[in-house]
C-alpha cells in the first residue's frame, strides 16, 4: 500500500520543520491580533460553488466531490475562505459590526498535477479580516504576509499589487477588454474564446503562449478605477511605502476567484522558479453578500506551507531540531524493572526525557540503546543495585559511576546535575 498521488506522509523526523513554521505564523498572528478559527474538512458542494465561482478552473476541474451515505453532495475544502465566510455567517459574527480578524492552518485539496512544492492535499496558512473597508486592512494583510516571510529569513521578495476595480469601473474595463479581444479572436485558445464575454477577466492570466502575448497588449484596469477605487488604491500604496516594503504594479494581476473587488496582491519568491508565488490574496467585498448574508467587505490571504517549506529549505532557513537532553533506564529483571519504571515516573515528573527499554533487551543492549539516543545518563538497575536499594548512575560521556539511592535518583539527576530540560 502506498500513499496516494500527490499526498505524503510527514514523519516524526521532519515534523519539526511544519512546527517550526507554525509557530512563527502562530505568534505572528497574535501580535497581530488575529484569532484562529478551524472550519470542518469537507463541507457541501453547493458551498464551493456559490463561494469561488463556478467557472473557475478550481470548482470545474479540481475539486474533490463526491456523494455520502446520506446521497448528500459532499467536497474536501480546496480553500478555506468559503468556509470562513460561511462560519460567520452562520454564526452570526456580523452581529456586532466590528472588525474580525481570524487565521487559519490546516490542509486543502485539489485535483491538481502534482511537481515541486505542489500536492493534492496541501496546507495552506491564511487570515481574512471580515467587517472592515479601509484601505488600512489591505495594508494590514500585505505586511502581515511580507513580515513573515522576512521573519523566515526569505529575502528578495517580490511584492506585486494591483485594483481591479469595483462594479462600477470594472464593467467599463470589461467592454474595452471585450473589444479588444474581439478584434484578434483567432489568436485567443479554446477555453478563452469560450470564457471572452463571461469572464473576460480571466483571459489576461491565461498560461497559453499566444494569450499571453495578447495580455501583454491588453487594456489595463488601473486606466479605468473609477474615483473611489482609484484612491483606495493609492492609500494602499502609500500605505506600502510608508512601511518601506517595496511593490511593483503587475495590471495582469487578476486572481483566478470571481468575488475579488478592488486590491489583489502576490508575494513571490523568485528562487522558486514556475512555483513562485508564495502568497496570494486580495480583497473579496462582494463575497459575504454573494453567500447570501449581509453587506460585510472581506480581505485576505492565503500561503502554500509546502512551498514555503521549499523556498526555506533551498536556503538552509529552517533551524535544525534542538536534540532534548535525556536519561536512559537500564533495568534487568522484574524487581530492578518496577523500581526504574517508579524513577523514570519521578524524572518525568521534574521534566526530564526518559526513555526505557521496551523490547526485553540484555543489559549490553540496553546500554547500547542508551548510547544511540544520546542520553546523558543511563540509569543501571540490576541484581546488585536491588539488594543495595542503590542504582547506579552513569554519565555516559564521561563514565563517572554514583551509587544513588533509588529514591534520590530523581532528585540527583535534576537538580545536581542541571541536566539540560
Ligand atoms: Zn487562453
Ligand atoms: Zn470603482
Known amino acids: 500500500m502506498q500513499a496516494l498521488r500527490g499526498t505524503q506522509d510527514i514523519l516524526p523526523n521532519d515534523i519539526y520543520k511544519w512546527s517550526y513554521m507554525e509557530n512563527i505564523i502562530r505568534d505572528l498572528c497574535a501580535l497581530y491580533g488575529y484569532g484562529e478559527i478551524r472550519t470542518p474538512i469537507f463541507e457541501e458542494t453547493k458551498l464551493f460553488l ?13 475539486m474533490y466531490t463526491f456523494e455520502d451515505r446520506g446521497g448528500r453532495s ?14 460567520f455567517l452562520e454564526h452570526k459574527l456580523y452581529g456586532d459590526q466590528g472588525v474580525h480578524k481570524l487565521f487559519y492552518i490546516g490542509a486543502m485539496f485539489r485535483y491538481d498535477r502534482p511537481q515541486a512544492g505542489r500536492y493534492r492535499e496541501f496546507h495552506q496558512f491564511g487570515v481574512e479580516i471580515l467587517g472592515a473597508s479601509s484601505p488600512l486592512a489591505d495594508v494590514e494583510v500585505i ?19 494591483n485594483s481591479i476595480g469595483d462594479k462600477n469601473c470594472r464593467n467599463a474595463y470589461k467592454k474595452e477588454l471585450i473589444s479588444y479581444y474581439e478584434s484578434q ?30 495580455a501583454k497588449n491588453a487594456p489595463v484596469i488601473t486606466n479605468y478605477l473609477c474615483e473611489e477605487c482609484h484612491n483606495k488604491f493609492e492609500k494602499v500604496k502609500s500605505g506600502l511605502t510608508a512601511l518601506h516594503i517595496s511593490y511593483v504594479v503587475d495590471p495582469g494581476l487578476v486572481r483566478g476567484l470571481d468575488y475579488y473587488t478592488n486590491t489583489a496582491f502576490e508575494i513571490q519568491y523568485p528562487p522558486l522558479g514556475a512555483q513562485s508565488a508564495i502568497c496570494g490574496g486580495g480583497r473579496y467585498d462582494k463575497l459575504v453578500e454573494e ?12 500561503v502554500g506551507l509546502e512551498r514555503l517549506l521549499l523556498a526555506l529549505e533551498g536556503q538552509n532557513l529552517i533551524p535544525n531540531c534542538p536534540q ?13 524493572e518496577i523500581e526504574g519504571l517508579k524513577i523514570q515516573g519521578e524524572l518525568r515528573e521534574k521534566g526530564v526525557m526518559t526513555y526505557m527499554d521496551l523490547q526485553e533487551k540484555s543489559l549490553k ?43 534520590q535518583v530523581a532528585d540527583y539527576i ?4 542541571s541536566i539540560n530540560k
Open 291 to 302: 453567500m447570501g448574508g449581509p453587506d460585510v467587505p472581506g480581505i485576505g490571504f492565503a
Open 50 to 62: 456559490r463561494g469561488i465561482g463556478d467557472t473557475t478552473d478550481v470548482v470545474t476541474k479540481e
Open 143 to 161: 505586511v502581515l504576509a511580507y513580515r513573515l516571510f522576512q521573519k523566515l529569513g526569505l529575502q528578495n521578495l517580490e511584492l506585486r499589487i
Open 414 to 417: 535534576s537538580q545536581e546535575n
Open 74 to 87: 459532499i467536497t474536501l475544502r480546496p480553500e478555506n475562505t468559503a468556509s470562513a465566510v460561511r462560519a
Open 324 to 336: 532534548k537532553s535525556s536519561v536512559y533506564i537500564v533495568a534487568l529483571g522484574e524487581k530492578a
Open 185 to 214: 479572436k483567432d489568436m485567443l485558445c479554446e477555453d478563452c474564446k469560450q470564457r471572452l464575454y463571461k469572464n473576460p477577466l480571466r483571459l489576461l492570466d491565461c498560461k497559453e503562449d499566444n494569450c499571453k502575448i495578447l
Open 365 to 407: 543492549g540496553q546500554m547500547k540503546q542508551a548510547g544511540k539516543v544520546q542520553s546523558i545518563y543511563a540509569v543501571i538497575i540490576g541484581e546488585n543495585e536491588i539488594e543495595q536499594g542503590k542504582a547506579t548512575v552513569k554519565h555516559m560521556q564521561t563514565g563517572e559511576q554514583s551509587e544513588i539511592s533509588f529514591s
